[in-house]
């Protein structure tokens, strides 16, 4: 039903001069995660070299200090000057890994094509049934020689998205209990994430490739976090290292944001399994084209016609459910805008789908950016969020609420309003608050579910959009305003 507002407040009038005086941070780290981190040998001669030009040490100061010493943070101390270890530095620059594509282009999963590996470009031949069965068992009991075999293979059968997949498998059982250097199992479970989800992109869409996908993945980020928060310990505090510090501290709050979707993401396959185990549709493998399909079907009144992996209307409905997972991982979002664009109708129920995966997308897009504090285009994705859900609403102003599709876009006009307060100019954010409390009211008049269920969850809504308005008491509220007057909604900036 939306996104559930979970640990998001809106923003404090006296923070938001804090938030605009650090623009750019997005931009900043992205030019930072492709920083390349100098070699060890390279670093400490470096090291050397720039604490003797930066200070000059007297004779007697050197004997009155005894034995050089480093600070626990990797500063070398002279006296009570610390000077910046390019091994600390290189150590927290190694740690600030963050799976998202705009920020990194090793996470920009396009294809299989797009990874960098020698391959035979000439083989088309495939792998049996049999041989891909036996293996995922191989992958799973012993990791460790299957690799070997698996890398060979990769190099004859390029096109195989299931040796990617099991590649992926492979490495994260051989590494996910490893006693080995913390950082390295990062490092290898990262390049098992991009493998699996290349594997995924390139149609080969089942419920058991997610579901290996999803072990794989937020196997990663459990490791991540952990190394991360372990590598700030001894930087609490510390001015020496600034930016690297600030950035990595970004990185643990994303990848916790990210790590918190597992339980939703395995609960959407458990879902999907137990809708679909009596279809085949739930096991085999499948592609984009597919999809396509079926919605041209359904869009033909054809929803009953029976394709290789069920109904069109089957399809359809499992194709939904996918992206309601998928939207929320960032490394396949290519998936979901492939999806969104292949399906694209105008049928009423499948635009109200639409408004709902794009909605749950800019949200999570959204929380990013508050970690981020970028608050330009936090207005932008406001605003956007905005305007797609009320003119969602403008189109299904009559229609009864029985579904929770069909309530969502006014859950997510509420929210947005909530969420985005302080950001706008006064007569902006009046307008918002004043949509959002005309419709809320609409749905009381729409609900047609047996326990009033939707009219329950709007009345709360707007007893926190009052709180708001008790505590900045220079907003007001115009009821008379008429949503569905012709006046555009807010428009999106320019990006």
């Given at each position: 039903m939306g996104l559930a507002p979970v640990n998001t407040q809106p923003i404090p009038p006296a923070a938001k001069a804090d938030l605009e005086s650090t623009p750019g941070t997005l931009v900043a780290m992205s030019e930072l995660l492709n920083q390349q981190p100098p070699p060890p040998n390279a670093a400490a001669k470096k090291a050397k070299k720039s604490n003797f030009k930066a200070i000059k040490i007297r004779r007697d100061q050197i004997e009155a200090m005894g034995d050089r010493r480093w600070g626990i943070n990797g500063s070398y101390v002279i006296g009570r000057t610390h000077l910046r270890n390019p091994e600390a530095e290189r150590r927290l620059l190694r740690a600030t890994i963050i799976p998202l594509p705009e920020l990194d282009p090793f996470w920009k999963v396009l294809s299989l094509r797009k990874i960098s590996m020698k391959t035979n470009a000439k083989s088309n031949a495939e792998l049996s049934e049999k041989k891909v069965e036996k293996l995922k068992i191989q992958a799973t009991l012993t990791p460790g020689s299957v690799r070997l075999e698996l890398l060979k293979l990769m190099r004859k059968y390029p096109k195989s998205e299931e040796l990617f997949l099991i590649n992926g498998v492979a490495t994260f059982y051989m590494l996910k209990n490893t006693l080995g250097h913390l950082q390295e199992v990062v490092e290898g479970l990262r390049l098992a994430t991009r493998d699996a989800a290349a594997a995924l992109v390139t149609d080969n869409i089942s419920l058991a490739n997610m579901k290996a996908f999803f072990e794989i993945y937020f196997g990663f980020l459990e490791k991540l976090v952990l190394l991360q928060k372990r590598t700030l310990i001894p930087f609490k505090g510390d001015m020496q290292y600034g930016n690297l510090v600030k950035n990595l501290d970004y990185g643990v709050q994303?990848?916790?944001?990210?790590?918190?979707?597992?339980?939703?993401?395995?609960?959407?396959?458990?879902?999907?399994?137990?809708?679909?185990?009596?279809?085949?549709?739930?096991?085999?493998?499948?592609?984009?084209?597919?999809?396509?399909?079926?919605?041209?079907?359904?869009?033909?009144?054809?929803?009953?016609?029976?394709?290789?992996?069920?109904?069109?209307?089957?399809?359809?409905?499992?194709?939904?459910?996918?992206?309601?997972?998928?939207?929320?991982?960032?490394?396949?979002?290519?998936?979901?805008?492939?999806?969104?664009?292949?399906?694209?109708?105008?049928?009423?129920?499948?635009r109200l789908q639409h408004v709902s995966i794009l909605s749950n997308k800019l949200f999570f897009e959204f929380k990013i950016l508050m970690i981020l504090r970028e608050l330009d285009r936090m207005r932008t994705l406001a605003r956007r969020l905005f305007r797609i859900n009320l003119n969602m609403i403008k189109v299904v102003k009559n229609r009864s609420i029985q579904k929770p599709v069909e309530f969502e876009p006014f859950l997510n006009l509420a929210l947005i309003t909530e969420f985005s307060l302080n950001l706008f100019p006064k007569e902006e954010q009046e307008e918002m608050l004043s949509t959002s409390f005309k419709l809320l009211e609409r749905v009381t008049l729409l609900d047609q579910t047996d326990k009033r269920t939707y009219m329950t969850e709007a009345a709360k809504l707007m007893g926190r959009l009052d709180h708001l308005l008790e505590n900045d008491k220079t907003l007001q509220v115009d009821h008379s305003i008429d949503p569905f007057a012709d006046k555009q909604a807010p428009q999106e900036e320019a990006s």
């Open positions: 994303i990848n916790e944001l990210l790590l918190d979707k597992r339980k939703e993401a395995n609960n959407m396959i458990s879902f999907l399994a137990t809708n679909f185990n009596r279809s085949s549709i739930a096991n085999p493998t499948f592609g984009l084209l597919t999809i396509k399909k079926a919605v041209d079907y359904v869009n033909a009144g054809m929803g009953q016609k029976k394709m290789d992996h069920g109904t069109a209307d089957e399809m359809v409905e499992f194709a939904y459910g996918i992206m309601k997972v998928l939207v929320k991982i960032p490394a396949l979002e290519s998936i979901v805008q492939d999806m969104l664009k292949f399906m694209a109708s105008t049928r009423t129920d499948f």
